[in-house]
């Protein structure tokens, strides 16, 4: 995933590529199916939310899906917790869907 920023006429990249701790053999994943940011605020830094709801690391269960969260700390994309969430069943295909609230402290 690549963040970029428009100040005027031109785009700049933003940190990194955000990239998932997904191996090679789990590209299937689809990380980055769904993509969320959250705007930094007083309080909390900027923010991504990427979704790989076809992922089944560590898992002999198919589609289990992750969600994986990082954080901006002015240079980098930062996992905040990796893989961040996960409900374990099989077919539940978590991160297919997701988005941050206003001040990006709550991911649905």
Known sequence: IFSTANSGSTWSQVGGIVRS?????????????????AASTTTTPMRIAAGAPSSSISFQALNVGYVYTFEYDGTNWVPMVS??????????????????NANGKTLV
Do not use: K
């Open 83 to 100: 893989p961040s969430f996960f409900t374990g069943e099989i077919n539940s295909f978590s991160g297919a869907s997701l988005d941050f």
């Open 21 to 37: 701790t997904e191996l090679l053999e789990e590209a299937g994943g689809l990380f980055g199916h769904a993509v969320s940011i």
